[in-house]
């Protein structure tokens, strides 16, 4: 029912794309992200939570229809809702029913608890296309609590000895969810680079709790940053814009940093282990329980995933993107 073409996975039955990296009539997007959401297309579908984040993306100009989640529409031969995916705010699986039985487009997802956006939620179907981002049994994450009071604990020995602590993440889902994790064991401000703030208030306009947050920007030039924590983008590392943050300790929260070879390549002087992926058990778990006959592994280690399933003796294959290196611009 779905197939691979030159602009991303099509479905017939229905006239829509999911997540085309192409430009198509109707693209149906799981979530915000850059490798999922690409402009260009004439017409966008998506959960409700989600277009708020593709309008800011693509400007408020291009068409953007959402739908509740569990809600089904008729597309073509098909019905067609979504369901949440845990990953980010609106993020969603897609569950195709038409002539070839339910096939669920996972989109990115995780099982972990999530302050920022719905929990995952599983949904059977006949052929399961699952994302495979962290799809290797070395990637295994700690439970987000430790992590988070390791980050605080961090920041506490960084303010005893008058530095600033920076922590670089991505703009969608992981600044938010830091934001809301660390606002559950402290009050104390965070500042944040301007680059993170339109998608901030994006989630504090769905109602998503969290730490107050400043503008760096609005800070007078030449104050103190010293003893205070710091949100930006991995793009602001090295840039003339650290300079006004004084004597720092710089960190990056990333479910890559699980790799030694990424730790020492990023060369931070901390990893924060914190994802928005399943971790390998989660995949596996994930997979059972959607109770696919058929499973189709894409977006990260798409090969691996699937031969292990075959060993399994689960009937499983591979889902090609435009993107075959690992993490993309969201993890
Ligand atoms: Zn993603
Ligand atoms: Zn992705």
């Known amino acids: 029912m779905l197939t691979e073409t030159a602009e991303g996975l099509y479905c017939e039955a229905g006239g829509f794309h999911i997540d ?12 915000a992200h850059g490798d999922h959401a690409r402009a260009g297309s004439a017409a966008y579908l998506c959960a409700d939570a989600s277009a708020p984040l593709l309008a800011r993306r693509f400007g408020s100009d291009v068409p953007i229809e959402s ?29 195709v029913e038409g002539p070839d039985g339910v096939w669920v487009v996972s989109g990115d997802y995780k099982r972990a608890a999530d302050p920022t956006c719905a929990p995952f939620e599983p949904v059977p179907c006949d052929v399961f296309i699952t994302e495979s981002t962290f799809a290797l049994p070395i990637y295994r994450w700690d439970e987000t609590a430790a992590v988070i009071a390791d980050l605080v604990g961090w920041w506490d020995g960084n303010r005893e000895r008058g530095l600033t602590s920076i922590v670089f993440c991505y703009t969608i889902g992981k600044a938010q969810r830091l934001l809301a994790e660390i606002g559950r064991v402290t009050d104390r401000p965070i500042w944040v680079h301007g680059a ?8 504090r306009a769905a109602g998503v709790a969290m730490a107050p947050t400043q503008a760096l920007i609005e800070r007078p030039r030449g104050t103190s940053f010293a003893g205070e ?11 003339p814009w650290m300079r006004r943050l004084g004597d720092l300790s710089d960190a990056f929260a990333s479910g890559l940093m699980r790799v030694r070879g990424v730790r020492r390549q990023r060369a931070c002087d901390r990893g924060f282990v914190l994802s928005d992926h399943a971790d390998w058990p989660a995949l596996l778990d ?7 006959g058929r499973v189709l592994a894409t977006h990260g280690h798409a090969e691996p995933l699937a031969r292990f399933l075959r060993e ?8 090609h ?3 075959e290196d690992e993490g993309g611009d969201d993890e």
């Open 312 to 319: 399994q003796g689960v009937d499983a294959g591979v889902i």
């Open 229 to 239: 924590l710091v949100l930006a983008p991995p793009s602001a590392r090295g840039t």
């Open 20 to 31: 085309p990296w192409g430009a198509v009539p109707r693209a149906l997007i799981t979530h």
């Open 286 to 292: 994930t997979i059972v329980a959607s109770g696919a």
């Open 321 to 323: 993107t435009a993107w």
């Open 196 to 203: 993170l703030l339109p998608m901030i208030e994006v989630y």
């Open 67 to 95: 739908q509740p989640y569990g809600q089904a529409l008729t597309l073509g031969r098909t019905r067609v809702s979504f369901h949440p995916a845990g990953h980010v705010l609106g993020s969603a699986q897609i569950r």
